[in-house]
Structures are given as C-alpha cells and as structure tokens.
C-alpha cells in the first residue's frame, strides 16, 4: 500500500510537497519521475510490504527508462503472472508485485487488466507513446481522485494532496453534498469538490496531451454479464468454503507480519479461521468499548473473545470510550477526505494503530461478506416486501406515514420507519431508496434557498437507479440490491473508510471477501441460498459450521456501532453548537438555521431519528473548514 500522485505542468518541488500529505500512506521512502518529452511528473510514498529492499523503489521504470509505473495496493497473483512472465523470457531484478505489473504492461499492454487479481490504483507513463494509462481495481478497494480540466490533467490517492496541487479547485459540488447528507456518503464519481471526481470501481483512462483521451470499464460485475445461478445447495457450500480459504490463504502473502481484525462477526471470524490455518498464530485485534453497545445493538466484545479462544488465537484489545471517540470527529473527516457521517470509522483507525504499535503493517478484514451474501437488516426488510408491496401507492403512502411518526428514539420504530421509508416507490427506486438515510423532502428543507435552487432537476439515487437499468428484467430484487451493494455501498463508504484509516496510521488493510475468484463464485450461488427466509448469509453460514461456535454464526447481526444518538445529547453538544450555530451556518450559506434549530428539537424529543442527519451536517462543515478555509492543510 502506498501513496501516489502526478500533475501535468507541476513542478517536481511541488508535487514533492504535496506528497507530504499522503506521506502518512506511504512512511518508509519516497520518489519522483520527472517525464521526458512531457511537462509530466509522479510521486509515491512508500509503504514497504513485498519486497522490503531499494529494489520495490517507486516510480519503477523499465530498462529503457522510458516507461515509468506508480502503483497503490497488491497483486494477489502475480506469483503466477511472474512465473509465466519469467518463462517468457522477462529476467525479474526484485520480488515485489511492482515489477510483475510493469512487466505485464510491458507484455500485454492494457490488455494486462483483465488477468489481474488484486487492489490497486495506478499510473503508468509510457514515453514511446507519450501516453498515462490509470486504472483502479474492479471493486474499488484502493482509491484514486483526479481533475482533469482546461489547466490540466492531475491525481492522486487523497483529495488532500490534490488541494496542494490545485488549490483553484475550492468550489462545491451541490448534488454531491445533497448525497452526502442523503446517504452519510456519496454514490457515484462525485466529489465535495466540482472539479474533482473518482475514477470508478473497475475503470481506466488513457491521457494524452493533457487530456482524456479514452476511457472504459475493464470490469463489469457479474450480475451484468448474465452469469447462470445454478448452483447446487452442496456445491454452493463447499465453494463458499473453498473459494474464501483460497482467497484469505492467497492475502496472507507478505514479507511483513500479518494480523486481523476480529470483530467477533460472522464474517471476520470466517476470515481468522481460514488465516489460522497457515498463521496458526495470527494476532487478532478488537475494540473494548466502555459504556457498552448502543441501544439496540449487540455488543461485540464477548462473541470476539469466544472467537479468539475457540481457535486458540491472541487477540489483543484497543479500549476506546465515547468521549474519545467524539473529540476524534474532526480527525475523522481530516483522513477520510470526504465527509463521511459514520462514526464506526474510528474503530478502524484505533485497531489499526494499535496493530502497527505492535509492529503489525497488514490487518485482513472482514469488509464484503454482506455485500456478497447478505447480512444487512435492508436485506431482510426486502424478502419481506411480498407480504405488502402489492397495496396500492395509497396504502403504502399510509404504511410510511404511520411509521414515520412513531417515537423514533425506540430502535423498533426506527427500523420500522426505515423498512416502510419510500414503500410507495416502485421497481428500482424503491429498492435504491432502502440505502437513503434521510427523506430528500426532509433534507431540502433544512437547506438555504441558494443551495435548495441549484439541485433542481437533480436526484440523490439517480446514480443507483441509472446503474440498474440495463440488469435483465427477470433479475430478483435481492439481486438488484447486491448489485448496489458492490458497485456504491462497498466502494463509496465501507471501502474508502477502511482504506484511509488504516493508511493513516501506515497499515494495510486487505479485504478477502473482495478478492474476484470468490466473487465470482458468489455471483453463481442462487438467490435462495444467500437470503433463506429470515436467515441472511445461509451459506456462509453453513459453509463455517465446521470451523466457529454455533454462537458467533447465528449470532444478532451488528456491525461496528458508536452511541452517536446519546452523544448528540451529550459528548458532541458543545461542538455541534458551534458547528451547527447560526452564525456558522450563516457563513457557510448551505443550510437553514432555523430548519436545523427545528431538526435538533425534533431529534431531542422523539418526534424525528435525525442523529446521523445532525452528524452529516457537522461532517460537512467541519470538512469545509479544513478543505475549502484552509485547503487541506
């Protein structure tokens, strides 16, 4: 894992001092490409994890020096793309994945990316054809931002660095902040930042003279090239099983020591299981909250510990307490680079400190098992949909308004709210709305009549809904949210948090539910045996029978939680009273203060479930304090 950057037109100097804020990415060395024949420069920081020695040095360059590679991430195979490249011919001077990349370019040009197996964002300079060649990885583990406009072409891993190189591109995206505030995160290619977009989950890009000249996905997720769900109940069970060992026993590959993440869910203790097997002693490491789960919540803590002792690995433990995790907030949105509304993402920052203070540099995490099996509660909310979506709208208009007017400080009524929250919607919005955290009519109004006019004509799902459109008709409906799952929950908040707090701290984190040989697999396995009534994940579960206490697989589903709806009472008062003051909204000229005077009324008293709301609105604030007030810095 590293760091990377380039600029078309930056001096060396400059990108050199904007790699100062990714260098926490990549802490153990640095380097600079200065192109010939184009005002081209590359930067990356170096995390060292496969090949310790000068030899893993980046940017690489070929023989000839002519074609230069940075490369955030890790092949998975390139000890078999290395072996047929050596038989080939090609005489490797290092045993990093580094080199296997280049040499794959080298040998299969652009077409090398559909033989890749791994988490990567990368750019390569080929002098002979004065062209840049990025891409990102299928899934969108490893993230990359870039601007291309009329000043140039120019990227990098954060939107940190970036600022550094650009700092004209100050200027608010609005529907981006809408999304933000309707998702807790943003789906799609948006940015914060008008001119600043991702490059998509699975896309490359070829520039020339500055410009984008070509650009396409190289992958496609399964569910849209058709593949057959044919699957027997056995064959489902016995691949589910092999097809994760194999992909958790191909993450291990490090010259570094490895750990894990063990929440005590279904899905990281599936991962330490088939781990242990090759690391019999592979440390473990989990979060001991003090004032327990939040209201609603199962806590983790005991289901780790019966984890770690059932397969006789040391788990080591970070204790955190809430007013820690809430004087972190600000911290949370500096790293993130967007404003992500979640908390739970501190969890990840704590554990992987705690980890590299034990000189672990990769953690494997559970991240992704949800989102190719089910496991989340919008999953069980939908196989239930039969027993009321053929009302009429009317009725189901009704089922809403009741629901949401429940006291919503009850976790029941909340959960009912959020089950029956757009049900007179139909087809694929509706099944796109089940991600929404906050009605669009409720939000638009809490916005200032500046803001609330420049997103006419504009949708927080449209990307969803767009994305769906060309799935087969007969496509089930879990299906469809499966497919939303891997394509924006994954890639725009569970993966980006995961990346950028381990990465803070110097650590890589891998995730081997993600790896593609089991994604594929999954996508094969039918609908029945993933969502089997109200079991979610049944063959994940079935397939860890053999492996991890009965408890831990049939357990209560939770994920890591943080008890923001007391803190809004309590720990983050005195900050969100700033950040949410009327004159701080003022200033801004986003939002309403009054509207948000009266959502805060509404949150304490029952009558609205607008913690997350309340924490989005800061998050947005705070990251516009630290981005646009003071360019990242």
Same mark, same amino acid.
């Given at each position: 894992?590293? /760091?990377?950057?380039?600029?078309?037109?930056?001096?060396?100097?400059?990108?050199?001092?904007?790699?100062? =804020?990714?260098?926490?990415?990549?802490?153990?060395?640095?380097?600079?490409?200065?192109?010939?024949?184009?005002?081209?420069?590359?930067?990356?920081?170096?995390?060292?994890?496969?090949?310790?020695?000068?030899?893993?040095?980046?940017?690489?360059?070929?023989?000839?020096?002519?074609?230069?590679?940075?490369?955030?991430?890790?092949?998975?195979?390139?000890?078999?793309?290395?072996?047929?490249?050596?038989?080939?011919?090609?005489? =490797?001077?290092?045993?990093?994945?580094?080199?296997?990349?280049?040499?794959?370019?080298? %040998?299969?040009?652009?077409?090398?990316?559909?033989?890749?197996?791994?988490?990567?964002? #990368?750019?390569?300079?080929?002098?002979?054809?004065?062209?840049?060649?990025?891409?990102?990885?299928?899934?969108?583990?490893?993230?990359?931002?870039?601007?291309?406009?009329?000043?140039? =072409?120019?990227?990098?891993?954060?939107?940190?660095?970036?600022?550094?190189?650009?700092?004209?591109?100050?200027?608010?995206?609005?529907?981006?902040?809408?999304?933000?505030?309707?998702?807790?995160?943003?789906?799609?290619? /948006?940015?914060?930042?008008?001119?600043?977009?991702?490059?998509?989950?699975?896309?490359?890009?070829?520039?020339?003279?500055?410009?984008?000249?070509?650009?396409? =996905?190289?992958?496609?997720?399964?569910? #849209?090239? /058709?593949?057959?769900?044919?699957? !027997?109940?056995?064959? &489902?069970?016995? /691949?589910?099983?092999?097809?994760?060992?194999?992909?958790?026993?191909?993450?291990?590959?490090?010259?570094?020591? +490895?750990?894990?993440?063990?929440?005590?869910?279904?899905?990281?203790?599936?991962?330490?299981?088939?781990?242990?097997?090759?690391?019999?002693?592979?440390?473990?490491?989990?979060?001991?909250?003090?004032?327990?789960?939040? &209201?609603?919540?199962?806590?983790?803590?005991?289901?780790?510990?019966?984890?770690?002792?059932?397969?006789? +690995?040391?788990?080591?433990?970070?204790?955190?307490?809430?007013? @820690?995790?809430?004087?972190?907030?600000?911290?949370?949105?500096?790293?993130?680079?967007?404003?992500?509304?979640?908390?739970?993402? $501190?969890?990840?920052?704590?554990?992987?400190?705690?980890?590299?203070?034990?000189?672990?540099?990769?953690?494997?995490?559970?991240?992704?098992?949800?989102?190719?099996?089910?496991?989340?509660?919008?999953?069980?909310? $939908?196989?239930?949909?039969?027993?009321?979506?053929?009302?009429?709208?009317?009725?189901?208009?009704?089922?809403?308004?009741?629901?949401?007017?429940?006291?919503? @400080?009850?976790? $029941? %009524?909340?959960?009912?709210?959020?089950?029956?929250?757009? &049900? &007179?919607?139909?087809?694929?919005?509706?099944?796109?709305?089940?991600?929404?955290?906050?009605?669009?009519?409720?939000?638009?109004?809490?916005? !200032?009549?500046?803001?609330?006019?420049?997103?006419?004509?504009?949708?927080?799902?449209?990307?969803?809904?767009? #994305?769906?459109?060309?799935?087969?008709?007969?496509?089930?409906?879990?299906?469809?949210?499966?497919?939303?799952?891997?394509?924006?929950?994954?890639? *725009?908040?569970?993966?980006?948090?995961?990346?950028?707090?381990?990465?803070?701290?110097?650590?890589?984190?891998?995730?081997?539910?993600?790896?593609?040989?089991?994604?594929?697999?999954?996508?094969?396995?039918?609908?029945?045996?993933?969502?089997?009534?109200?079991?979610?994940?049944?063959?994940?579960?079935?397939?860890?029978?053999?492996?991890?206490?009965?408890?831990?697989?049939?357990?209560?589903?939770?994920?890591?939680?943080?008890?923001?709806?007391?803190?809004?009472?309590?720990?983050?008062?005195?900050? #969100?009273? *700033?950040?949410?003051?009327?004159?701080?909204?003022?200033?801004?000229? $986003?939002?309403?203060?009054?509207?948000?005077?009266?959502?805060?009324?509404?949150?304490?008293?029952?009558?609205?479930?607008?913690?997350?709301?309340?924490? !989005?609105?800061?998050?947005?604030?705070?990251?516009? @304090?630290?981005?646009?007030?003071?360019?990242?810095?």
């Amino acid at each position: 894992m590293c /760091g990377i950057i380039g600029a078309w037109g930056a001096a060396s100097a400059r990108v050199s001092a904007a790699m100062d =804020f990714i260098k926490h990415r990549g802490p153990d060395d640095t380097g600079i490409f200065t192109a010939v024949g184009a005002p081209l420069t590359l930067g990356h920081t170096r995390l060292s994890i496969l090949d310790l020695s000068p030899l893993g040095h980046q940017p690489m360059l070929d023989e000839s020096g002519k074609v230069a590679l940075v490369f955030n991430g890790e092949i998975y195979n390139f000890p078999e793309l290395r072996a047929a490249l050596a038989s080939a011919g090609y005489n =490797f001077k290092s045993h990093s994945d580094t080199e296997v990349l280049l040499a794959l370019y080298l %040998s299969e040009g652009m077409a090398m990316l559909p033989k890749l197996n791994g988490i990567f964002a #990368f750019a390569i300079w080929d002098g002979r054809s004065q062209e840049l060649f990025v891409a990102r990885d299928a899934l969108g583990v490893k993230p990359f931002y870039f601007c291309a406009d009329a000043s140039g =072409f120019s990227f990098a891993s954060e939107i940190k660095a970036l600022l550094q190189l650009r700092p004209d591109l100050r200027e608010l995206d609005p529907i981006s902040i809408h999304r933000y505030l309707s998702f807790l995160w943003c789906p799609g290619e /948006g940015t914060p930042l008008r001119a600043v977009r991702k490059l998509l989950p699975g896309e490359a890009m070829v520039i020339k003279n500055n410009s984008i000249a070509k650009r396409w =996905f190289w992958y496609q997720l399964p569910a #849209f090239r /058709g593949v057959e769900q044919n699957l !027997s109940e056995h064959d &489902a069970i016995a /691949g589910t099983e092999r097809s994760l060992r194999t992909a958790v026993h191909r993450q291990l590959l490090a010259d570094v020591p +490895v750990g894990a993440f063990l929440s005590g869910g279904l899905d990281s203790s599936a991962v330490v299981a088939m781990a242990r097997e090759r690391a019999s002693n592979i440390r473990c490491f989990s979060i001991e909250s003090k004032g327990g789960a939040e &209201a609603g919540e199962t806590e983790d803590l005991p289901y780790a510990k019966l984890v770690a002792k059932h397969l006789g +690995v040391p788990l080591d433990l970070v204790q955190i307490d809430s007013s @820690r995790m809430a004087s972190d907030i600000e911290r949370m949105v500096y790293m993130l680079d967007e404003p992500l509304a979640d908390p739970a993402t $501190l969890n990840v920052l704590y554990i992987s400190q705690l980890a590299r203070e034990q000189g672990i540099k990769v953690l494997l995490s559970g991240a992704g098992g949800d989102d190719l099996f089910t496991g989340y509660r919008r999953h069980r909310a $939908l196989s239930y949909e039969s027993l009321w979506s053929w009302l009429p709208r009317f009725a189901r208009q009704g089922l809403e308004n009741i629901t949401s007017g429940l006291d919503q @400080r009850k976790p $029941l %009524s909340r959960r009912l709210a959020k089950v029956f929250r757009g &049900a &007179a919607l139909d087809g694929n919005a509706r099944i796109a709305n089940y991600f929404v955290w906050q009605q669009e009519s409720r939000l638009r109004s809490l916005y !200032s009549k500046q803001f609330r006019d420049s997103l006419v004509g504009q949708s927080a799902v449209q990307p969803m809904v767009d #994305f769906l459109a060309p799935l087969p008709q007969n496509t089930p409906g879990l299906e469809r949210m499966l497919a939303l799952e891997q394509r924006f929950f994954l890639a *725009d908040h569970n993966l980006p948090y995961t990346d950028k707090m381990s990465m803070a701290v110097g650590l890589e984190a891998r995730v081997p539910f993600l790896d593609l040989d089991l994604v594929e697999f999954a996508a094969r396995i039918p609908t029945k045996f993933k969502q089997r009534g109200n079991e979610g994940k049944w063959v994940l579960k079935k397939a860890m029978e053999p492996y991890l206490p009965h408890d831990v697989i049939y357990r209560p589903k939770t994920g890591f939680s943080a008890p923001l709806r007391r803190w809004m009472r309590f720990e983050l008062r005195e900050l #969100f009273g *700033d950040l949410l003051s009327t004159q701080s909204l003022n200033r801004r000229g $986003l939002f309403d203060p009054v509207a948000v005077q009266k959502l805060i009324q509404d949150n304490d008293s029952g009558r609205s479930d607008a913690a997350y709301t309340l924490l !989005s609105l800061m998050c947005v604030e705070i990251w516009c @304090r630290r981005f646009l007030d003071n360019n990242g810095a």
